[in-house]
């Protein structure tokens, strides 16, 4: 069964806002969208649940997308910036149990780029396996494949969970987060800081440098909630990291000799 991660005191204020701006009586939108006023008004005043055809109609009425009426407080920017976000998805579907228990959908190690594809597919995301961590309550999660070595101890075989992070502004110093990105697709990454319209992340492990992320490449952002490790994980053995740290330390001097290098191409 899949449903939509909305939250309703967030879609609620944005409609109402968005009517206000407008200068428009409940009455007239509920009009205009083929609705009675009561129930419109229900709604407004986070009552009851809109169905996604309705959600639709809604988000075409006021010309914002379903994406920022459930997830963004818009009265706090400017809706004209808003209507300007690249690549706007609609929504994000979230899987439930038979009991509308929500449940964590596993993204498979092989097709781990087909994220990209069909992460706001709702046939996509129904048909992924799915686990129950009762620990895990007040959000959205999901569990996504590691990959490479560049954030020890996760390594290939490990699972990292996170929980779905609505904006960049909510992301904090130091945290890790799995960054969905249109160039590098799932990555886990420490969050450094925000640089204008890009934001700078960085590896655990030291040969990787810290790079920079546009806000226009970014897809979704996870939150480090939890991880699921293979059976012969051993916290603490970073013995396959060693050849990585070999090269860390020859790029190292490999920079120091370039510098004395240039230092001798001045002084002639």
Known sequence: MLIYFVSMSIFSNNIRFLRDKRDLSQQFVANDLAISRVRYSKYENGVSEPPIELLIKISKYFHVSIDLLVSVDIRKYPVEDMLKLPDNRIVLPVAVDDLGNDTIEI????????????????????????????????????????????????????????????????????????????????????????????????????????????????????QYASGIFPEDFEPGDYDNYNFKEMFRELKQDIKQLDKKVSGRRKSK
Request: glycine share 10%.
């Open 107 to 222: 993204i498979p190690q092989k097709a781990s780029m087909g994220y990209l594809e069909g992460y706001s597919d709702v046939g996509y995301i129904e048909s992924l396996q799915r686990i129950a961590l009762p620990f895990l309550t007040n959000g959205k999660y999901r569990a996504f494949p590691a990959d490479g070595d560049s954030m020890p101890p996760f390594r290939d075989g490990s699972y990292i969970v996170g929980k779905y992070v609505e904006g960049i502004d909510e992301l904090k110093p130091g945290k890790t987060y799995i960054f969905i990105t249109l160039n590098d697709g799932i990555t886990y990454k420490r969050f450094k800081e925000k640089k204008g319209n890009t934001i700078c992340v960085s590896a655990d492990n030291s040969f990787y440098e810290p790079y920079d992320i546009p806000f226009e490449e970014i897809v979704e952002i996870w």
